[in-house]
């Protein structure tokens, strides 16, 4: 079993959806990265946090320390947020991130 | 600032040769990491570096992996001779200082050995 586990590993929604990816682990953690990476792009951060919950723009994050668990939202979903979207842990004191296996998403028009 | 830079983009070379991926991290950052991301096993972290100092090397695969970082601003990773197996794209990413902090990633290059 991954340490870090995410589900659906595949999402295809309609534009303007409400759309929702989640993660659990199950090491104890110090932050947690979402990270989104576009078809052959690169990878760039979208939140990292350790509590609560952040926002930015038609993204929201929250994470559960607790129950473990951490989702992704996007609202008023678009064709250009399709993309692989990465849960990333750093587990316990390190700098080592250990990473999901990732949500493909699709949005179609 | 200009992000984290990786040179080359594509890198398309023969088994056995020897190949050398390049690195420079955001100006400030002092933490330098290596990925290895493909299809079938992911992203995988294979070396960091603090301070120019490698921390943590078990994720290089062999020893015909080599990684270094002479100063602040410039790191390689060398694939001596290289293997159709390690085709995949390799990730660098920097950050600055202390516990977990959030990571940039570079562009990537892509490997293709035939």
């Known amino acids: 079993k991954n340490e870090v586990e995410q589900s659906p590993q595949n999402l295809t929604a309609q534009e303007g959806e409400f759309i929702t990816i989640n993660c659990s682990y199950s090491?104890?953690?110090?932050?947690l990265h979402w990270l989104q990476q576009h078809p052959g792009g690169g990878i760039v951060s979208l939140f990292m946090?350790?509590?609560g919950k952040k926002k930015h723009g038609r993204l929201i994050a929250t994470i559960n320390i607790q129950e473990k668990h951490s989702s992704l939202h996007i609202t008023a979903s678009h064709p250009r947020d399709s993309a692989v979207y990465i849960c990333a842990v750093y587990g316990g004191a390190t700098n080592k991130l250990i990473f999901g296996t990732g949500t493909l998403l699709a949005v179609q028009p | 600032d200009a992000g984290v830079i990786q040179s080359p983009r594509h890198e398309v070379t023969e088994m056995g040769q020897e190949v050398t991926l390049r690195c420079k991290p955001i100006s400030g950052h002092d933490y330098l990491f290596w990925y290895r991301q493909t299809m079938m096993r992911g992203l995988e972290l294979l070396i960091y570096?603090?301070?120019?100092?490698?921390?943590?090397d078990s994720g290089m695969p062999e020893d015909r992996f080599s990684a270094k970082m002479p100063n602040a601003s410039f790191s390689t990773l060398k694939i001596q001779p290289s293997e159709p197996r390690d085709s995949a794209v390799y990730f660098c990413a920097s950050s600055s200082s202390g516990g977990a902090r959030e990571q940039y990633f570079g562009p990537g290059t892509r490997l293709t050995v035939t």
């Open positions: 570096f603090n301070n120019n100092v490698p921390i943590d």
């Open positions: 946090l350790s509590s």
């Open positions: 090491v104890g953690i110090s932050a």
